[in-house]
């Protein structure tokens, strides 16, 4: 099911445009990253409230919900397959045929994807580790801008509802 899936968006990706990308504007919790303009954490109160929401056991770090890891190579790659989630995966000689646009739609059709399918994101790389310059910090801020959080343990990227219940 991952091969079909990664080889219908790769195809999808082929046929659209480049999407604009910007960095990201969401206020910073305390500091400041310098390739990560900010991020935003969700509130150490309302976690328990918006990890219950997204099907994450914030006990045991469980998801019930579908997860995708991303991070940096081979990072991502290996806790996708110890938690048996989803990841983007594409051979190298396929990715390296495509353009730096067709690369990064690929990517944001994947995202996209995952994100109407209602998936938490598992990050393999703390985001203070992220490369400067790297794919993986076009990700990060893609998720941001689209209204993901990182949690208060820096391990998952969630869809953030600032309407739960303030404890």
Known sequence: MKKLVLLILFFVGLGSGCANYNHLWIHSPNEKLPHIESFSVIPAGQWRDCARKNGI???????????????HYPEYVELAEQL????????????????????????????????????????????????????????????????????????????????????
């Open 84 to 167: 048996d989630a989803e990841s983007m995966q594409i051979p190298m000689d396929q990715w390296n045929a495509m353009t730096e646009d067709e690369q990064w739609n690929t990517t944001t059709t994947f995202f996209d994807y995952m994100m109407k399918n209602d998936h938490n994101f598992r990050l393999a790389t703390p985001v203070e580790k992220a490369r400067p310059g790297s794919y993986y910090i076009r990700e990060l801020n893609y998720l941001f801008g689209k209204g993901y959080r990182l949690s208060p343990d820096g391990l998952w990227l969630v869809k953030y509802d600032p309407v739960l219940k303030k404890r």
């Open 57 to 71: 056991n914030i006990r045991n770090g469980e998801c019930r919900n579908p997860v995708t890891v991303l991070g």
